[in-house]
């Protein structure tokens, strides 16, 4: 699928929900892709990308902003404590914040560094065991103690179990989103960001679309 084509499908599916295409940015995962593959992308003129590994982003990302102007990276995966610097560093965004140690660290580097990228909370919505996030119920304690640490929360995160429908999980986030009175919402990926687009995400993060399955 051409990235003119998804960006197309998600100009379509916010007209639809009577939303305007330009509150939806398309991210473009470019984990573990071929540098050749990203340029390619690159030279098409879009300029936001999301990558889960802090190591990866920056073996690939400064060499890129060399040759290209104004690119937004976006840490979609989970974040340890030792990495956060590099990643507030490199990073325009920081879709994985999931624990109050964490947000305690991103304040101290925060003050550091005299400035902090946009952060999204995770929030893991199926419960399930084997995958990071503030459970549903926690949400509202964390992001409390996420803004009584002065950070540039913008929105929540999700990424629904492979075995369930994807818009129960979408609507379940922007529910929890509209009561905490956050605009944010990174939600829906290559098989279903037209479903989160109309239940209001803000951020879709489309890979195995735009780049062909990962080797």
Known sequence: ?????????????????????????????SKMQPDALVRDV???????????RVQEAAR??????EDFDDIALHIIGPLQSNK????????????????????QTLARLADELGSCPD?????NTGE?????????????????EVRKL???LKGLMCIPPVDEAPSLHFALLAKIAA????????????????QAVALGATHVRVGSAIFGARD
């Open 60 to 65: 690939k990302w400064p060499a890129f902003r």
């Open 84 to 103: 956060v610097r590099q990643a507030m560093e490199l990073a325009q965004a920081i879709h994985s914040v999931d624990r109050v140690k964490l947000a």
């Open 179 to 194: 009561r905490n009175e956050l605009s944010g919402l990174s939600m829906g990926m290559s098989g279903d960001f037209e």
């Open 128 to 144: 399930e065991p084997q995958k990071a996030g503030v459970l549903p119920s926690e949400a509202d304690f964390f992001v409390s």
């Open 42 to 52: 690159l030279d098409s003129g879009h300029r936001v990308f999301g990558e889960n």
């Open 1 to 29: 699928m051409s990235l003119t084509e998804i960006q197309t499908r998600i100009d379509k599916a916010a007209l639809t929900a009577g939303r305007d295409p330009g509150d939806v940015t398309l991210i473009a995962v």
């Open 119 to 123: 952060l999204f909370i995770q929030v």
């Open 150 to 152: 002065g950070l540039p």
